[in-house]
């Protein structure tokens, strides 16, 4: 082959390089005007007034297609599906609880993204902000409003594998004070005192005594649930093979994602219910696997989110293992209810 063959070949070479790369900037910016714009058949979202204190609405991160793509939007608890009344405020993960409100945001730099948590009033307005480690992961928010929390990935970006290490903290709302990791806590582990540098913690819940917490620790490839203690700073681990953990509204039951053996690497979960007095274990009827801190709609019936067109969407399912899964929500993600 000549020198000059050669040359032609590599102009080639390089002009299709160059063809592919404008088409995929071209296709990925076509793909994020369309996300601007109303999908046909999607939900109907109107901007309006949100507040945390609306009795008997559902707050949730809308992800459909529009202009209010990714902004908390508040439905009827009892019409989920229903029109959507959009808030403005764009948030990664959200939660709320007594007219507090925790919303994990990004924030676009020039080269790359920083994460923040804004602490909510009823009215959404920001009452302080904390800077995030990494990507957001989980937020929940105390029965009382005095306390939220976090979890976000400084190692990895999935729970799926092993790779990957998470910071959780915790935010005294009254008074800002903030534990950044509970790494900081003293681990009580099968009744004796805890150590290891593989040590993480994610998945935070609250009791309604504003002291009691639990949580999934995770150490040397296997995850616990783990009771903590807020004045104590302690955590004591409670069972094996729990993750994000919700504690359910009268406190007696913890809802979580267990790994069941045999199922694939990249989906290894199954949604279950644990009572917190007999450690029985409840597999709930939804057979796909859920990547998600589920919430209690009410004493029976937990949420939670699977992957759909937009995104994600929301579906239900009995707390006692009876009854199958159902969709309540397209498009929406980290859903909070107000009673």
Request: glycine letters at 8%; charged letters at 25%; one cysteine or more.
């Amino acid at each position: 082959m000549t020198v000059r063959n050669r040359v032609l070949i590599l102009v080639a070479a390089v002009a299709v390089l160059a063809a592919v790369g404008l088409a995929s900037v071209l296709h990925a910016s076509a793909r994020a005007d369309r996300r601007d714009h109303t999908q046909a058949g999607g939900p109907r979202v109107t901007p309006g007034t949100v507040t945390l204190k609306d009795s008997g609405r559902l707050v949730f991160r809308n992800m459909a297609w529009g202009p209010h793509r990714d902004e908390l939007t508040s439905v009827p608890a009892a019409d989920p599906g229903g029109p959507r009344t959009a808030s403005g405020l764009k948030c990664l993960r959200f939660y709320a609880a007594s007219g507090t409100g925790v919303c994990l945001q990004a924030v676009h730099g020039p080269l790359s993204d920083t994460y923040r948590a804004l602490i909510l009033d009823a009215r959404l307005r920001t009452v302080d902000r904390y800077d995030v480690p990494g990507i957001p992961s989980r937020a929940r928010v105390s029965p009382t409003g005095h306390f939220a929390t976090w979890t976000a990935f400084v190692g990895g970006d999935s729970y799926a594998g092993t790779d990957f290490s998470t910071r959780a903290a915790v935010v005294d709302t009254r008074s800002g004070k903030l534990i950044p990791s509970l790494e900081t806590f003293r681990i009580v582990r099968d009744g004796h005192p805890y150590r290891a540098a593989d040590v993480n913690f994610w998945g935070v819940t609250f009791a309604d005594d504003d002291r009691t917490f639990y949580a999934t620790l995770a150490t040397r490839g296997h995850t616990h649930l783990v009771r903590g203690d807020l004045r104590a700073r302690t955590v004591t681990t409670v069972h094996e093979n729990v993750e994000c953990p919700s504690l359910s509204p009268d406190g007696t039951r913890i809802a979580y994602k267990k790994r069941v053996e045999g199922l694939p690497k990249d989906a290894p979960w199954r949604l279950y219910v644990l009572d917190l007095r007999t450690m029985r274990e409840t597999p709930l009827a939804e057979p796909r696997s859920v990547d998600d801190q589920a919430v209690w709609r009410d004493a029976r019936t937990v949420v939670y989110a699977l992957p759909g067109d937009y995104g994600a969407d929301l579906y239900e399912v009995p707390a006692d293992g009876s009854g199958r899964p159902r969709r309540i929500g397209p498009a929406a993600v980290s859903p909070a209810y107000l009673p």
